[in-house]
């Protein structure tokens, strides 16, 4: 019922945007796991299914976060957590539509060696490829806005350093775990030399966006093509007004 009224509203919402964005994901599978909410978990019909959409637009997928800051409409297709099916659909699934990925994964997670999350011999092999960019996700994927400045800087600085480290790779932005985080947050992420941060806020992206709080469009597992069109054109953005509730009454 809530995902209807949510659609409801945005037809009638009178804002339409052809500025770029950033689309949020997090599992693409057939099957269901118990370590993200089912709402964030897609079937592979229905993700490929939007960026066939997207294709058919001539929307672009961008390889570098700078180019959404641009004049010229992109967008960026970012996976939040760093689950092991991307390893297929990143890698090669996705090299026939020509699009680019950021994987956002947390260290803990790929020391878990969990069956669910990306390995490291996998991330090794993604890296190979010119179409795929890691960033950090938070060390232990914590709620940032919660935690104390010294372990706050550790799951910032040592994430980064962490995955540069096992990877030799540069680690140059930052996602915003559960999508909380307050001044204090983003001025820890700017110190530890992040060249963007993105948040999980309903939005487009244009010259005067902050670079350390990149707006995504969050994609759900009932979402028709329908919606997703109404998401990518901005008509979701009112849906920022309870996110900002959600952080004053937190």
Same mark, same amino acid.
């Given at each position: ?84 099916? +991307?390893?297929?659909?990143?890698? $090669?699934? @996705? =090299?026939?539509?020509?699009?680019? !990925? ?5 260290? %803990? &997670? ?33 709620? +940032?806005?919660?935690?104390?400045? $010294?372990? @706050? =800087?550790?799951?910032?600085?040592? !994430? ?5 480290? %096992? &990877? ?83």
């Amino acid at each position: 019922m809530k995902k209807e009224i949510y659609s409801t509203i945005s037809k009638f919402y009178p804002f339409k945007s052809l500025d770029s964005f950033a689309l949020t994901y997090h599992s693409i599978n057939d099957f269901n796991h118990n370590l993200t909410s089912k709402t964030y978990q897609l079937e592979l019909d229905s993700f490929f299914e939007q960026i066939r959409f997207l294709k058919h637009k001539n929307i672009e997928s961008s390889d570098h976060v700078e180019d959404l800051f641009n004049p010229n409409r992109k967008c960026i297709l970012t996976f939040d957590d760093g689950f092991s099916e +991307l390893f297929e659909i990143c890698l $090669k699934q @996705l =090299e026939q539509y020509n699009f680019h !990925s950021h994987i956002f994964v947390c260290p %803990k &997670f790929i020391q878990s060696n969990k069956k669910e999350f990306l390995s490291n011999s996998q991330i090794t092999e993604m890296i190979k490829s010119k179409k795929i960019t890691f960033g950090s996700h938070s060390f232990s994927h914590l709620n +940032l806005r919660k935690l104390n400045f $010294k372990d @706050l =800087e550790y799951e910032i600085e040592y !994430s980064k350093k962490w995955l540069e480290d %096992k &990877f030799s790779i540069p680690i140059n932005n930052f996602c915003y775990p559960f999508g909380q985080y307050n001044q204090k947050v983003v001025d820890v992420v700017k110190s530890k030399k992040y060249n963007h941060a993105f948040t999980t806020q309903f939005g487009t992206i244009s010259k005067n966006t902050d670079p350390f709080q990149i707006p995504r469009i969050d994609i759900w597992n009932k979402d028709s093509i329908s919606d997703f069109n109404l998401k990518i054109e901005g008509k979701y953005n009112w849906h920022n007004n309870i996110h900002f509730l959600k952080n004053l009454i937190n």
